[in-house]
């Protein structure tokens, strides 16, 4: 075809298309959930709520919603994660500080039939951030709590507390959750992620505990406290001690500049 003495390819504009019918078409949805995890009581533990309505009613599932119409994905991702936790979300290149949580996006998920309902995308986000207090149950919840991640995995019902009826976690979260989970565990061997659980000033000890929790491994003090201190900025000392751990005071540290980790703290093949 020859426009103004130019050569051009004809395409479809130049078919005269009837025009763009969306009633042509199925329903479609894109949904975010959550995967959050944080340290309590020396384990790793992920958010799950009890759904309050179908599909799925009364089933454990991660949080997450609908995306609304004037939001982006990060968008609808950090208001799920303040309405669920009360944290707002920091930059993926910055540590958490000051109730703040990382957050980062996972994968997503299109199976036809994980969501009864319609043809539902879900674009799965990983949050991280310190020892957290009870959730509060918000949405469609029934109810929140913190799960043991190895409760959840090894029997993927939410964890019931004794007495409780194990029922499947709904849609596909329970593969959501293992693609986070495992995520968080890799990522923290060549990058600062680790220092996302902790407070914004903690001690080696504390630091340890968070690659313990995640890798659900025991790590040797000594050596954990040789390679983290001198690896070139991982860990900058705050000039502070604390005795919270008890015993002798130990020494302040907060997250370095680095985000990347050379060499990288290799998990302990189990």
């Known amino acids: 075809m020859r426009e103004g003495g130019v050569y051009r390819q004809a395409d479809d504009y130049d078919r005269r298309m009837p ?59 950090a208001r799920e994660l303040a309405e669920e936790t009360g944290l707002r979300a920091h930059d993926p290149g910055v540590p958490a500080q000051d109730n703040g949580a990382h957050l980062e996006q996972l994968a997503t998920y299109g199976d036809p039939k994980r969501d009864p309902r319609m043809r539902v995308v879900s674009v799965a986000h990983l949050a991280l951030a310190p ?42 979260h329970a593969q959501i959750l293992a693609d986070g989970v495992e995520r968080a ?7 600062s992620l680790a220092t996302a659980f ?22 040797d003090p000594r050596n954990f406290h040789r390679k983290v201190t001198g690896t070139p900025g991982f860990l900058v000392p705050t000039g502070g001690t604390t005795t919270r751990q008890g015993g002798r005071p130990a020494q302040l540290f907060r997250a370095g500049g680095a985000t990347l980790l050379n060499p990288p703290m290799l998990r302990p093949e189990v």
Do not use: N
Request: hydrophobic share 40%.
């Open 185 to 191: 565990r890799s990522k923290i061997e060549y990058s």
């Open 131 to 172: 020892d957290l207090p009870a959730p509060r149950a918000g949405g469609d919840a029934h109810s929140a709590r913190w799960a043991p991640v190895e409760s959840l995995m090894d029997h993927p019902g939410g964890g019931e507390r004794e007495g409780e009826q194990a029922a499947p976690l709904a849609f596909d």
């Open 19 to 77: 025009p763009y019918d969306p009633s042509a078409f199925p329903p479609f949805a894109v949904t975010v959930d959550l995967v959050v995890l944080t340290v309590r009581r020396h384990a790793l533990c992920a958010l799950v709520v009890r759904r309050g309505e179908p599909p799925f009613q009364g089933h454990w599932a991660l949080p997450g919603g609908f995306v609304r119409d004037d939001e982006d994905l990060t968008e609808a991702a």
């Open 198 to 219: 902790c407070p914004p000033e903690f001690t080696v000890g504390e630091l340890r505990r968070v690659y313990e929790a995640v890798w659900g491994v025991a790590l």
